[in-house]
């Protein structure tokens, strides 16, 4: 019988063995870096949508509230997605033989919904409530960014739970008024001299920062 | 060799990240391979009445009485709603408009002042013309409110500026709302 493993077969083991040791190693050593990069978090990439629909488009060049489109926004824990009737409001007269709503008129014809691809989510195993952050004041542009400067959406802060914690452990300097909620530009707001604005709004709704880390709050 | 298969384990456990971050459950507006449809959220058989649909229906046939409140809710609901076609001071040239959508007419016009509170509820609730209905984005209490904020308007667009007090005419002229 010939031999199966060569003489040199035991070094290339060993060469083997050494490189995903070094491997582990060097991901252990990029780890902490890796979990911030976009590449984990996602933040700044966009999805191939089945309408190429432009948020810069509709909210920045035509000004439409974020309301008109997701209704259930201040309801209820999830804004929702348009549905294919609210595209329809201003399709059915505008753009209405433009390829790129096709699919938008193949959804009403046959009563099935646009499947968007989801670019902001987070795990099934996080309770997240859109309602309480909005009626506290907390803008829509804190979490989803300059939604009004984009031309495709994409997600514009890490959505990992230190985040989320940054945040609740010290809500005071996010707080707005809970009117303006949908306002994307708030350059100006600390120039004009809100410093007392946060504390005041955060006892007038009696949030207690030492309560909002609690486990069972996001994780149930 | 048999030392390579110990990182087997490590290997597999890695396989295995996603655990518990995509559950086998649907999502509100997700898809439900269950139903003939896809759909996970079912529309509720023919002929359904919702539970809270009676409350509804009351809140749609009795005028709330007027409030600042009112008032004030109906202009945020009016600007969200409405503003994009029928422009904040509703003359009827709002943004859309200018994009080449028919232009509704203006909410001042002698008819729409004449006209009853409750033909607004009607015209959002149903529609008119080629102005789809908004019944699914304006709930019947807002409807009210919304119209209560016209009546605003069209008072706003018929009275003179010297039937104002001094104070108003300032702001007028100052030009901050």
């Not at chain 1, 009004?148 to 890490?158: I, N, V």
């Amino acid at each position: 019988m010939p031999q199966i493993f060569t003489a040199s077969a035991d070094t290339w083991l060993r060469a083997g063995v050494l490189l995903v040791g070094l491997g582990v190693l060097v991901t252990g050593v990029l780890w902490d870096g890796a979990i911030g990069s976009s590449a984990i978090t996602a933040v700044g990439w966009v999805r191939d949508q089945p309408v190429p629909f432009s948020h810069k488009h509709h909210v920045g060049d035509l000004g439409i509230d974020c309301r008109y489109c997701h209704t259930t926004v201040e309801t209820g824990p999830h804004a929702g997605f348009p549905a294919t009737h609210t595209c329809m409001t201003c399709h059915s007269q505008l753009w209405t033989g433009a390829a790129a709503l096709a699919p938008v008129r193949d959804s009403l014809a046959t009563g099935t919904p646009i499947a968007w691809q989801r670019v902001a989510r987070l795990p099934d195993y996080v309770q997240f409530n859109h309602s309480i952050h909005v009626a506290r004041g907390v803008p829509c542009v804190t979490c989803h960014g300059r939604v009004d400067q984009m031309p495709l959406m994409m997600r514009a802060q890490p959505f990992q739970m230190r985040w989320c914690l940054d945040c609740h452990r010290d809500p005071d300097p996010h707080l707005r008024p809970p009117d303006q909620v949908t306002r994307m530009d708030w350059s100006t707001w600390d120039r004009e001299g809100h410093a007392d604005y946060g504390p005041h709004q955060a006892a007038l709704f009696g949030i207690k920062p030492e309560r909002m880390t609690d486990c069972a709050l996001c994780h149930r | 060799m048999r030392r390579l298969l110990l990182l087997l384990p490590l290997i597999l456990t890695l396989s295995s990240c996603d655990e518990m971050t995509h559950q086998p459950r649907y999502q509100a507006a997700g898809r439900g391979r269950l139903f003939p449809d896809g759909k996970a959220m079912q529309a509720p058989p023919e002929g359904t009445v919702a539970q809270d649909d009676p409350a509804r229906a009351a809140a749609l046939d009795e005028r709330p009485p007027m409030t600042l409140d009112l008032l004030k809710r109906g202009r945020q609901r009016y600007d969200i709603y409405c503003s994009p076609c029928h422009d904040v001071a509703g003359a009827g040239r709002g943004p859309v408009v200018a994009r080449g959508f028919p232009a509704p007419p203006s909410l001042d016009d002698p008819r729409l002042v004449r006209a009853p509170s409750r033909y607004f509820v009607e015209v959002i609730t149903q529609g008119h013309g080629v102005m789809y209905d908004h019944a699914d984005r304006v709930t019947p209490t807002d409807r009210w409110a919304i119209a209560a904020y016209i009546r605003a308007l069209q008072r706003s667009r018929s009275t003179p500026v010297d039937e104002l007090n001094a104070a108003d005419r300032a702001h007028l002229s100052g030009g901050t709302p």
